[in-house]
């Protein structure tokens, strides 16, 4: 039996500080991104979704509103799903800038492998794949949407296809309002497939 989970990215926020905001509260979709929310609604009008969660944050539960409400589905809530941990949250970070500047950041800095300045990149694949499944097992047969966060649905792909943990963040392959769908047989996972039903952006991007 075929089950599918998707894992969509959060539309665009409001972020005109251009901090890195991680799990702060009060971060809300802007009007792109409530038009990219409004563009992958429609991408899965015609898909069999029985099941829609998202990750607690506002963003994420805003971008999960109108595919909802499209499939008069009530949204499910999984702390799985949040965005990772980060010790920078609050703070502009950028190469050469803000509080990458600042000798009192630097120890956050000494193991990118792990990495040391937030949530290990391990930790961060385990309770994503146990939303994953807590997702498939609740459409068991038919489609679920599962709303996150970049890194987060990103980590969670390459420890899928065996890959290193640690990467280039300029990489990642997790657009604005994109799809990263986790095609299951059973149990067991047969095929990765990534779209952009609202357009690629940067993933350089500082606050997307």
């Not at 990458?100 to 930790?123: A, D, M, T």
Request: glycine residues 8%; proline residues 6%; neutral net charge.
């Amino acid at each position: 039996m075929t089950t599918v989970v998707h894992m969509l990215r959060h539309g665009e926020v409001h972020n005109p500080e251009k901090i890195l905001y991680g799990r702060l509260e009060g971060y809300r979709l802007s009007e792109r991104g409530q038009r990219q929310a409004l563009t992958v609604a429609e991408a899965v009008a015609g898909h069999d979704l029985v099941h829609v969660v998202a990750s607690p944050l506002q963003r994420a539960q805003e971008t999960a509103a109108p595919i909802a409400a499209a499939h008069r589905l009530d949204i499910a809530t999984d702390p799985g799903l949040i965005e990772a941990g980060n010790q920078f949250e609050g703070l502009h970070v950028a190469v050469g800038d803000g509080a990458l500047r600042e000798p009192r950041h630097w120890p956050k800095l000494v193991n990118p492998f792990k990495p040391s300045w937030g949530e290990p990149y391990i930790e961060i694949a385990h309770r994503m794949l146990g939303a994953v499944h807590r997702a498939r097992e609740a459409a068991d047969g038919h489609e679920a949407l599962c709303v996150s966060h970049q890194l987060p649905i990103w980590t969670l792909r390459r420890f899928l296809e065996g890959k290193r943990l640690w990467h280039d963040p300029r990489r990642r392959q997790c657009s604005l309002a994109s799809l990263t769908s986790l095609v299951f047989d059973g149990d067991e996972l047969r095929e990765i497939v990534y779209s952009e039903p609202a357009g690629a952006t940067d993933p350089k991007v500082t606050g997307a």
